[in-house]
Structure formats: C-alpha cells, structure tokens
C-alpha cells in the first residue's frame, strides 16, 4: 500500500479523523493498516497491530472458523460478513472481550474481478455496548413483564394447588418456552413430578412418563441440582449433559435446551420447575436472574394462598360453630334458612341464628345480627346464643332473654369502639292448627308475616339494641300463624343491600318476594329472598352479612 494512504485512494490522516476504527488486511490475512480509533476501542496502538494476523483481535474460540473462512473467501471472493453488519467479540489489548459491529468491504486489485494477489479486506469496528446495554435492559424489560403477567394470572388461583396447575402454561407462553415439568418436594426429603406441559397438548411425552416415574433427593438429576443449589440453572444440551437424566427421554420428545429454578419460601424449596426448548438456545444470564427472583416472588405467593386457605378453613369452621349444623325437625313448622357472610378475609361475621327445643315442648328461635366483623364479632355472636339458651332452657321468656343478653354483654364490655347487638327473639308453640309465637325485638328488623291469603305485614315491637344500656325493657308481642302461614326473620343485610347506584333493597321489595306468584313453603321463600337480594345488589358480595329464618306453617 502506497506511503500516506490506508485504502487505495484515501489519505490515511482522514481515515485517522474517524470515530469508528479501521482495519485493513492483505490477502496473506495480515493487518497493512489501522487507525487511531483502534486504541480507543480496543487499547492497541496501530503500529503494533501492522504485520500480526487478524485472528490476533478474535477470541481463541473464534480464530479457527475465522481461517477457514477467510481462506474461503480468497479462494471464491464470496463471503458471509460482506457487505453486512454483524455484531461480533473483539479483544482487547487487556484481554477481555468487547461487542463490535463490523462492517466488512473488500478492494481487488485494479482489473481483477476478485481479491487475488494485493487485494484487501476492509474492517469497520463500532463500539456495540451501548447498544448491547440498552438490549439487555430491553431484554430484562421483557422478561419482568413476562413474569409480571404471570403472576397476575396465578393471582385468580383459588388456592395453591390450582396456581400450581396454571403456573406451567403461563410461564411457558409468557416466556416462549415449548415445555415444562413441575417438581413439588413431598415433605420426607424427596422432589416428584407432579406436573407436565407441552406446547402441543400432548400427555404421553417421554420426558413427561420418565418424570413422573423418578423420585429425586437433593443433588440429584437436574431438578435434584437446581433443588441443592437453591438458584436457576441452565442444561444447554439435554442430549449430551451426563448430569440431566432424562437425556434419552428428550432426545425422543425432540426437547434440546433446559432451564430451572426453584420456587422458594424463604430459603425452603417448595418446588423446582423446569423449561425445556425444541431447539438449542443460548440463556442469557438476565433471563436466570429473573427466573431466580420470579421463584421468590412465586413462593411468597403461592405460601400466601397457603395461609389463605387456612384462613378461610378456620373462618369457615368458627362460622359453623356460630349456626345451627342443620335445621332441626319442628312438629307442624318448615323451616328454610339462608347465610351469607359479607366481609371479605374477616375471620367470621356477626349474623347468626338458632333453632332450639326447650323441655317444655316450645323452642327458642332467635335472629341476630352483632356490629362488626371478625373475632372479636365471634365472641359477642357466641356470647349471645349461649345466653339466650340458658336462659331460654330455664324458663325465660323473650324479653327476659334478651335482657340477659344486654346484661352480659355489659359485663363482657372492654374498652374500644362500642359494640351492640341487634337480636329477634321468640318462643314458638306449635299447635294441631298453626302456631304461636311470643316475640320480643331488640334493636332489630322487625319480622314479616306473609299471609296464606298473600298479605304481608310486620310484627312485633321494636325496642333498644343490646349492649348500650343496662336499664331497658323489652315488649313481647304474640303472633298467631295458620296454614299457610310463613314468619320470616332476618338481618338488615337483607333490606339494606344497595345496588350500584346506592338504592337499598327494602321492605318493600322483601314483601314483593313473598307475595309474587304462587305459595312458597319455608325452604323456598329463604332461597327466593336470598337470590332477590343478589339480583338486586348486581356484584359480588362484599357488604354486610345477611342471614334469612322462614318459619311456615
């Protein structure tokens, strides 16, 4: 190359000016020229790098597949990397690997159509970790949101077992994954497959029968390695890695690469999840540290719905404590009944009723309705049923039952918000005819009697709520129920349940249910009102509890 020029033509003080470093290189594969970027991207000075092969700025990895091409290239004149921009690795002068798009072009000799004896290959070298940062950053972007949306999708699960059965599908759409087995630790130091999934829907895959085949302990087999290393790990070739042990079971499934993490509550593995590819593809390290915090994110999760689940076990529990296990058989009455707890994530609700025979042939009905939800409700709710019993049991009559209510739900008072409760109480003497029913109110919605002629009234005497005051009284009224007859008791979740625009449901729509269409026995007029206030409310319940007796005669 001719003194004072770079390329044929092209004075080298302006290939110096660039910003982008410059190569060229004969036909013997050798440097003749670089420019002053090539220091600032790579740390070589140009005189240095005149005469060393080109191979010399390529990791050892590379050089071979470099020769081999090169001399291809000089041989046909065609290559691969001319005439495009690929990103490559570089090395520097300090040994470690920088990104590169390189930009190759080639100059034959004046009158030759090829490179031949003087040609000369030129090399345009752009620092590409800019770009690499902000595609790793993207990459990163993509893969939170993936794991983003997958959680979002196990939120719905109802409990743990159903978030698990959905987390394969979802991980494997989200991140573009063609399979997956999950692995549950079975509490005696042991992994077992208890989930497979495949892109296509199949059931029978090989990988799927040999998983569901093997039990693992910690260290062995790939899920074993993952479960002792407590981090995600990477099998790039599933057919070859002597440690992956279903080697031959993904050769016949056609699977080639393998991720897995494990799914952790604090530093307890609760299950190890494999993604398996069809083709063999690089992991990139983001893509493990993702997976890695996905797994913490998945265990607290999945051990919140766990706990939720106890929750719900116990609040149900608690809750049937609190009513009748079954309605009783009444001699000449039908009963129907209908509960529905308001609170969400309370431990229990406040409505309750009862239906107890006493030892002379009357027994004790009582509707109640405590202020506020969860344990503290429980007590005051539990406090009130057993109370009316005994007095019940002993010979009191409704106004002296609720009396002893209010008076030992005075005794029970601790300091705080004021609590009370709203009861309907009554002795019900059956009858050849009908029945009777002495009543007492306190505080609480009146009863509703409709009539076997389809009138409907209410009854009863309303009087102060319980748990406020110590010096109050209490009426009792009688009641007269014939044939046909239905005496309805409930909450004022019923009458005060709003639809969306705020409208409560009321008296007066509770009366049209009882006395639109036919006659409805006890059963029927409960399940009626129940499904009239939720027509009404138009949305999930999540207001007051209600709680609806029918007694028909």
Known sequence: ????????????????????????????????????????????????????PLSALMPERFRSAHEAGFARFLAT??????????????????????????????LAPDGAEDVGSGGVVVGVLRDASPAVLLERQLQVSRYLAATLRVTEAL????????AFAGLLPSLCAQLDWDAATLWQADGTGRLTCTGTWHASGRTDSALGVVSRSL???????????????????VAEDLWRDPRFLRGAAARADGVRTGVAFPVLRGDTVLAVCELFSYEARPVPDELLEVLAAAGRQIGEFLDRLRAEAQFRTLADTLQRSLLPARL??????????????????????????DVLPLPDGRWLVLVADVCGLGA??????????????????????PAQILAAVNAALLQDRTPGPLRFVTACCLLLQPGPDGATARLSVAGHPLPMVRSADGSCREVGSPGRALGIVDDVHYAEVDVALAGGDLLVLYTDGVTEARDRAGDQFGEARLCSVLTSGAALSAPEAAEAIQQAVAQHRGRPHGGDDLAVLVLGC
């Open 328 to 353: 009783p058989t009444v001699p000449g009455v039908h009963l129907g009944a209908r509960y529905e707890a308001g609170g969400e994530g309370v431990l229990a609700g406040g409505d309750t009723y």
């Open 155 to 162: 939120s719905d699960a109802p409990d743990a077992e159903a």
């Open 77 to 106: 004149g065609q290559g691969e990397l001319l005439g495009a921009t690929t990103r490559v690795a570089a090395l520097a002068a300090s040994g470690a690997e920088v990104a590169v798009d390189l930009t190759l072009s080639r």
């Open 376 to 397: 503290e409700a429980a007590v005051l709710t539990s406090l009130t049923r057993h109370t009316a019993r005994a007095v019940a049991a002993a010979g009191g009559g």
């Open 215 to 233: 039990t693992l302990v910690p260290g062995e087999g790939f899920p074993g390695r993952v479960w002792q290393r407590r981090e995600a790990t």
């Open 1 to 52: 190359m001719a003194p004072g020029s770079a390329v044929r033509g092209v004075p080298g003080s302006l290939l110096d000016g660039l910003p982008d470093a410059v190569l060229v290189a004969g036909d013997d594969g050798r440097i003749r020229y670089a420019n002053a970027a090539v220091t600032t991207l790579l740390g070589h000075a140009p005189d240095a790098l005149r005469g060393r």
